[in-house]
């Protein structure tokens, strides 16, 4: 049996990844299961209640059963859950893998010190691309909060670093969005930065400009497989939709994070 965690910063083509991996022959990937927070427990128990879950689910799908997903490749537009039957599967050993964000991006030195053996992949994506989309996403990204269950006592304990707690408190007294979301991206990138040893990264520019070569490289699967299941997202680009403070905010608060991915900021008003 093969576990993958997906994980990433929010609007950098995850669910994207999610279809595009579904539609390759034993690959299943759930986007965002429905509460998942009350099979598994972000405390000392997690890698045994994580390991439960892909077990239960796991059963579920070679029983045949229907599961509830997320089956679009940009949730923005379509996040509805609807029952869904896998039907690319030649036997039990296919690879299964959830997909979540903010809660598994925090909790990624937990994860992987704890189940060595799973594969994780995390998608960043470019803070000015980034966080343009945020302004246009789900409220909790346009407004830059934490989720009610990062803030609860048990994750902030188990999951969050010193660092992030005390940002994460901190933000709770800002009033401008545009630093609470850069001060959020920030956390994450920093998370995804600290475990780039141990992890695969995926940058968002190279998964949409050649989707076979990123998921071949990054699954380590040959390409006359996924190339012919698999194409370019039609989606258009979108025009950043930053001001001059955006711009000043992720210079002063993302910098040092962007680089530690890999991205360079250029000069404010030329982007």
Known sequence: MRDLILTGIPRSGTSYLCTLLNKIDDHVVINEP???????????NLPTNLDSYYQLMRQKVEQGEPIENKTSEDTLFANDRHLWRPDNLSGADFVFGLKITFKFVFAL???RERKPTTKIVALIRHPYNNLSAWKASFPHLRE???????????????????????IQDQMAMIKEASIRRCLL???????????????????????????VREICTAFDLPTARV????????????PLDLSAEDYKNIHKICKESAERLG???GKEQNV
């Open 227 to 238: 190339a012919p299941l698999i194409s370019k997202s039609q989606k258009p680009p979108r």
């Open 185 to 211: 991206w920030h956390c994450a990138a920093g998370a995804i930065a600290r475990n780039l040893d141990h992890i695969t990264v995926m940058r968002y520019e190279d998964l949409i400009a050649d989707p």
């Open 34 to 44: 429905y509460k998942l927070e009350h099979h598994i427990n972000f405390d000392e």
């Open 109 to 111: 030195s937990r994860l």
């Open 263 to 265: 991205y360079t900021l």
């Open 144 to 166: 830059g909060v934490w989720d009610s269950f990062l803030c609860s006592d048990i994750y902030r304990r188990y999951c969050l670093s010193a660092e992030e707690r005390t």
